[in-house]
């Protein structure tokens, strides 16, 4: 996020900012997988907290995964609309989640959602499934 982003709100400043952003989804994902296994070999967590589901978030998922420590993932669907994704993303790379958390308490909890009939009108289409793009995604990741 921006530094301005940060000041506007008065957030304090991360602990450790892994400096990688914007580019393609591949450079995003591969250059968030190196920093943050530099991050494992410093810090040594038991537990790694994700939020979201974003390029980041299976990037550090993936790492954590790799790297044999439990993955704790939050809010997973609610930005892409898909809340068949945490799912499938926990299918995909062997997850057996130990935390549960149940996001339909507190009543009200701010639901992000992605409404692509925009894209769809201008002839706009996947060419690729969902569940294919991740066991992609993941496998090369994994292998390389």
């Not at 790694?48 to 995964?65: E, F, H, M, P, Y």
Request: hydrophobic share 40%; glycine share 8%.
């Amino acid at each position: 996020m921006s530094k301005s982003f940060f000041e506007q709100l008065e957030i304090p400043e991360a602990d450790i900012n892994l400096g990688v952003g914007s580019g393609t989804h591949a450079e995003q994902v591969g250059n968030t997988m190196i920093e943050f296994e530099k991050v494992f070999k410093t810090e040594k967590p038991d537990w790694v907290v994700v939020v979201g589901d974003v390029n980041a978030i299976l990037a550090c998922s993936i790492t954590a995964k790799k790297e044999k420590i439990k993955c704790c993932h939050i809010e997973a669907g609610l930005r892409s609309g898909d809340m068949a994704m945490p799912e499938k993303i926990r299918i995909l790379i062997g997850f057996n989640g130990e935390v549960i958390f149940d996001l339909s308490k507190p009543d009200g909890t701010m639901r992000k959602t992605t409404d692509i009939s925009a894209l769809r009108k201008l002839g706009y289409a996947h060419k690729i499934d969902l569940n294919s793009g991740l066991r992609t995604t993941y496998n090369h990741y994994v292998n390389y």
